[in-house]
């Protein structure tokens, strides 16, 4: 992908997408592409701080990442995996899934629980 100039000033969801696409081995026109749209819309979308989670699931299908773990709020509605169904998996598979997830989810809430004290330590200096 070739640098944008106004790389510094893209933020929020945009600047997420653009950096998910530059670190991906597929050209940001093959991107925009495989997600319904056309190069010149990917460049309006990563200018875009409030970009819907509609449009950035539709990246994160074709680029295989999972924007949710950026923005956890749109993991309940924009799943990555429509197809998966989990009644087809034998239990083996199962209980890996499972395991990986309560390991995530203990990560999460380490991370939550250092964010909260950080800004607790913030709001004190203040």
């Not at 949710?68 to 309940?76: A, C, D, G, K, V």
């Not at 034998?90 to 989810?105: A, P, T, V």
């Amino acid at each position: 992908m070739s640098e944008l100039k106004e790389e510094k000033e893209l933020s929020g969801r945009g600047r997420s997408l653009y950096l998910a696409v530059s670190r991906s081995a597929i050209t940001n026109k093959e991107v925009a592409r495989k997600a319904g749209y056309k190069e010149n819309t990917f460049y309006s979308h990563i200018r875009k701080p409030d970009l819907s989670f509609n449009i950035l699931s539709k990246y994160g299908k074709v680029l295989r990442y999972d924007f949710s773990i950026e923005f956890p709020e749109m993991s309940l509605d924009f799943p990555l995996e429509e197809d998966l169904n989990y009644q087809k998996l034998n239990s083996k598979d199962y209980q890996i899934l499972q395991e990986k997830y309560f390991r995530l989810l203990e990560k999460h809430n380490a991370l939550l629980e250092q964010y909260h004290s950080l800004l607790e330590a913030f709001n004190e200096k203040k």
